[in-house]
């Protein structure tokens, strides 16, 4: 009962930037926490990595490979994860995943934890 939309993918230039968003939500009850949430990312013949992820107090952690051009954020009260993309390169060019993990969820008297991934969002890079 726990959703991941994503939102803000598509085609840029290399060099360009694209801002993606992901908001967590439930159809009834109510989600009470969100440790960390992030983005992940598969290309093509490839396994997903990890991109970026932020805890609910705001640390941050990046693959190598984006640091410096790729800026994670969160606002807690809207339960929502953004990935700022700046300095697109063709290498950036997959799917993007959301993911919240050890959500925290009250439903009918019952609470629950896990862990929730996005239906994805492609990024490509490409002249």
């Known amino acids: 009962q726990v959703t991941l939309v994503e939102s803000g993918g598509g085609l840029v230039q290399p060099g360009g930037s694209l801002r993606l968003s992901c908001a967590a939500s439930?159809?009834?009850?109510?989600?009470?926490?969100?440790?960390?949430m992030g983005w992940y990312r598969q290309a093509p013949g490839k396994q997903r990595e990890l991109v970026a992820t932020?805890?609910?107090?705001?640390?941050?952690n990046y693959v190598d490979s984006v640091k410096g051009r790729f800026t994670i954020s969160r606002d807690n009260a809207k339960n929502t994860v953004y990935l700022q993309m700046n300095s697109l390169k063709p290498d950036d060019t997959a799917v993007y995943y959301c993911n919240a993990d050890d959500l925290t969820y009250y439903y009918g008297g019952i609470y629950s934890r896990d862990a929730y991934w996005g239906q994805g969002t492609q990024v490509t890079v490409s002249s």
């Open positions: 439930a159809a009834s009850g109510t989600i009470l926490r969100i440790n960390t």
């Open positions: 932020i805890t609910s107090s705001g640390t941050v």
